[in-house]
């Protein structure tokens, strides 16, 4: 920690928040809110007198408000920066009059009230985010009383309690009666894997937590009562089963199965009640404390992060990367990576060799001080142009500029552009050209498909990324299926034109199909979202023309999912069979004539 | 026949590659290489062995120097494989690495239709068509090169976002790091002592 608050080549803002991001990989202009902190942290020497003075107490929040502090203080020991700060919510010397005790007894003259919040503009090529978790906040789980009986911690309020640098010095007492407690439940899972409270997933650190817990208080406290309520114990990593064997060998009791109720004695000791899933008995205990092993939560900022660099979430609220196996620091967004809890919970271990792993993919992607852009990029014509937008808003890198109320065209930024060419196939005015799959090159292939015999080809359109990828599958796994396909490959989904549809269509085509990533794994962010609307709109006027509406398929399949692959394919020769001969020449008339 | 069948004037040469038996099994691929030489614009349309190995690419690279091609087709396996060393071979036989096109009559063709060997050949012959004419309309691109910033920002000053600070800033880099606290360290700094190793966390 120390080693980054003096390092030359980091400058460190605390209290502070990224509130703007613009621009793109290589070249990002990040706009900081940095708070006041009406101390100068260059000027204070952590030397402690004002807190001395300060009047004003008030709960810890690092040791979770078992202690207090004054209004004036350091947030930890060793804290980096070791500047005091003010709470000005609670400071009541805004006011000198009023107070400023604190102000008088700084020698140095550290202390400002008048320090305001300040706006910073840096400049950088790559970002990391490591923005971390939130611990559980148990209080909705009212059966195990965490509000209502006061002996009744979190893992992470046990933390403090056994620290030497704690608000006990490391003594663990009861909070009821500030004695030792000779007996202690740690309850498992709390706010993991549950479908009704907290999250679904499992957290990852809390079972090795514990077990942990039980070895610090077992060396401590050889005669202590220690019991684990679990699931089922998840000791996957180097070095765990023997920590967990040692626990055991220890004495310490796992009984399987978590409490249903808790009840406080008079003596505000606990009765838990346990449906003992190894005896198949309920049984019941009296414990002096219990300890919940919370889980661990998306930072609530998450969301807000996300909006503003243009990430992916996955379901559980953690950001999601670019490939699960092979980029797993990366975010789709290039120049952006992860580190540590904001990817899914982890333990230090982890977080700390993904930090590593971020570092390197930022440098590798920083060290030759310029970038080279894939020219699998969208190109605006100009003459064309109509300046109403609607490339603009479909962009998912924010990568076209238009000026809609000057009429100035649009603008390609092609270092900013992925080159899924949603904005080629949304344009109205057919002004954006999509290199290297553009209209003309994908016309061309869609014609020679249709040459010969077009009544028994099955045109499928097939993103590069997931079905595509899952068309190798299947051929990689051997899966048969109908030789009537064809694929047109596509960067996304979200390429697929509706004049690419009209045309298959006119040309003969009994079936077409377009297929992508599923919706949330797309490569480019949410381009195929487009896909979705358009395919709803192409059917929509395919019911009104006369055309069968089933004959456009629209279907999604991961790189993963080969078996998916064949099946669609098998369905879609199915599907083939029941257009006739005539039915084609329908369709065929009725698109010559114009839509 | 088709309007849009008609030559650009482009030298284009189409290789059908058997992949050992990979392909060649259930794929007739000198009837693939017959039916695309009598494609327009197609100048030379070969079944080889290995396109992909140092000798079949060897050959492709004479070719295109010795009859002058300037686009080729490589009807092989999936272009998510070796689309890439193909690209390689053609910018340094002097091409352009984009007017080159890929039809994949390994994963989607031959491996996939293995009791259906007219049928597979026919859509290979379709695939490399398919590619032909395609590659007729390809056009030469450029990467673009753009300077770039040899700085980092890292939001949040956790174990992870300390770690990723040091190793960019001891590697040279400059890194801007964000804390919205009033210290670094998150949750790590109010632990005891972690495990696996029972040490304290600071
Ligand atoms: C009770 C408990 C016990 C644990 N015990 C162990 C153990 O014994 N061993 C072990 O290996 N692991 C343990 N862990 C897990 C360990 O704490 C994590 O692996 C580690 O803290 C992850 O580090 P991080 O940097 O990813 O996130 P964090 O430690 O959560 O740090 C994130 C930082 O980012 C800051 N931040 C968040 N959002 C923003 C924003 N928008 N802008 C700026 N800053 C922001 C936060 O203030 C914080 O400082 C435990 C976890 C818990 C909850
Ligand atoms: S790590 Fe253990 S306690 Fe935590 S959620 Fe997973 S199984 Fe439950």
New binding site residues.
């Given amino acids: 920690m120390t080693d980054v608050g003096r390092h030359p080549r980091i400058k460190l803002y605390t209290l502070?928040?990224?509130v703007d991001v613009k621009g793109y990989v290589g070249n990002f202009q990040v706009k900081i809110l940095k708070k006041a902190r009406y101390v100068s942290e260059k000027e204070c020497t952590a030397c402690g007198e004002c807190s001395k003075v300060c009047p004003v107490v008030r709960p810890d929040e690092f040791n979770l408000g078992l202690s207090s502090r004054k209004a004036i203080y350091s947030p930890f020991p060793q804290a980096v920066p070791s500047a005091y700060v003010i709470n000005a919510n609670e400071c009541l010397g805004h006011n000198p009059v009023v107070c400023a005790k604190c102000v008088e007894v700084c020698d140095k003259g550290c202390i400002n009230f008048h320090m305001s919040d300040e706006e910073a503009v840096e400049h950088v090529g790559s970002i990391v985010v490591?923005?971390?978790?939130?611990?559980y906040d148990p209080t909705e789980m009212d059966e195990y009383g965490y509000t209502r009986f006061e002996n009744v911690l979190?893992?992470?309020e046990?933390?403090r309690l056994v620290n030497a640098g704690g608000p006990t010095r490391g003594e663990l007492i009861r909070p009821t009666d500030r004695k030792r407690p000779r007996s202690i439940g740690f309850v498992q899972c709390v706010g993991s894997r549950s479908a009704r409270k907290g999250s679904e997933y499992c957290?990852n650190?809390?079972c090795?937590?514990t077990v942990?817990s039980t070895l610090v208080l077992k060396e401590h406290y050889p005669d202590m009562d220690v019991k684990v309520f679990y699931i089922d114990i998840r000791a996957f990593g180097k070095g765990f089963e023997d920590l967990y064997k040692r626990s055991r060998r220890l004495g310490v009791h796992y009984v399987r199965g978590l409490p249903g109720t808790v009840e406080e004695n008079p003596d505000r000791s606990l009765r838990v009640a346990v449906e003992n899933g190894a005896t198949g008995t309920i049984e019941y205990y009296v414990l002096d404390m219990m300890v919940l092993?919370?889980?661990?939560q998306p930072?609530?900022?998450?969301q807000?992060?996300q909006e503003m660099l243009g990430l992916q979430l996955n379901p559980d609220g953690f950001f999601l990367e670019a490939h699960p196996k092979l980029q797993p620091v990366d975010a789709a967004t290039r120049g952006i990576f992860f580190?540590?809890?904001?990817e899914g919970?982890?333990?230090?271990?982890?977080?700390v060799t993904q930090?590593s792993a971020a570092a390197a993919r930022a440098i590798r992607l920083m060290h030759r001080g310029e970038i080279l852009t894939e020219p699998i990029t969208s190109e605006v014509m100009v003459e064309h142009c109509k300046s109403c937008g609607k490339c603009a808003d479909v962009c998912p890198y924010h990568a076209i500029t238009v000026d809609v109320k000057k009429k100035k065209p649009a603008m390609v930024n092609t270092a900013a552009c992925a080159g899924c060419g949603t904005c080629a196939a949304e344009c109205p005015f057919g002004a954006i050209t999509m290199n290297h799959f553009t209209d003309v090159q994908i016309l061309h292939q869609v014609d020679a498909l249709l040459e010969e015999d077009p009544q028994e080809k099955i045109l499928t359109f097939a993103c590069n990324w997931c079905s595509y990828a899952g068309a190798d599958y299947a051929g990689v796994s051997r899966l048969q299926y109908s030789p009537n396909v064809r694929l047109i490959r596509t960067m996304c989904s979200g390429r697929v034109d509706e004049e690419f549809i009209w045309h298959g269509f006119a040309k003969g085509a009994p079936v077409i199909l377009v297929s992508g990533c599923h919706i949330g794994d797309c490569h480019y962010i949410n381009a195929n979202h487009w896909t979705v609307k358009r395919v709803e709109k192409v059917h929509r006027k395919m019911k009104k023309l006369g055309i069968r509406p089933e004959r456009l398929q629209l279907e999604w399949i991961s790189a993963a999912e080969g078996i998916r692959f064949a099946r669609t394919m098998e369905r879609m020769e199915r599907l083939r069979r029941g257009v006739t001969a005539e039915e084609i020449e329908k369709t065929k008339a009725i698109l010559s004539q114009g839509k | 026949m088709n309007k849009m069948e008609t030559s650009t004037g482009a030298k284009i040469g189409v290789y059908v590659c058997h992949c050992g038996l990979n392909i060649a099994r259930t794929v007739d691929c000198a009837a693939v290489a017959r039916s695309a030489s009598e494609l327009p614009d197609v100048v030379l349309a070969k079944d080889v062995a290995y396109a992909c190995s140092e000798p079949g690419q060897q050959a492709i690279r004479e070719d295109i120097l010795e009859r002058g091609l300037d686009r080729v087709v490589i009807a092989s396996c999936s272009p998510r494989l070796h689309e890439p060393t193909f690209r390689q071979m053609l910018q340094s036989a002097g091409l352009n690495p984009y007017l080159l096109e890929m039809a994949n009559i390994r994963e989607h063709c031959s491996w996939v239709h293995m009791n259906e060997s007219d049928a597979a050949t026919r859509k290979a012959m379709d695939l490399t068509r398919m590619a032909v004419a395609r590659v007729r309309q390809l056009k030469p691109l450029q990467p673009e090169r753009l300077p770039l910033t040899r700085r980092t920002l890292v939001?949040?000053?956790?174990?992870?976002?300390?770690?990723a600070a040091l190793d960019l800033a001891d590697n040279g880099y400059d890194v801007v790091m964000?804390?919205?606290?009033p210290?670094?360290?998150?949750?790590?700094?109010?632990?005891d002592?972690?495990?696996?190793t029972m040490d304290c966390?600071i």
């Fill in positions: 502070s928040e990224v490591a923005t971390g978790m939130e611990p979190t893992s992470l046990l933390e957290s650190v809390c090795m937590n942990k092993a919370i889980g661990v930072s609530t900022h998450t807000k992060l580190a540590g809890c904001a919970p982890k333990d230090i271990k982890e977080s930090a | 939001i949040g000053g956790g174990v992870a976002g300390i770690q964000v804390e919205k606290r210290s670094i360290g998150g949750t790590m700094a109010q632990l002592k972690t495990f696996p966390s």
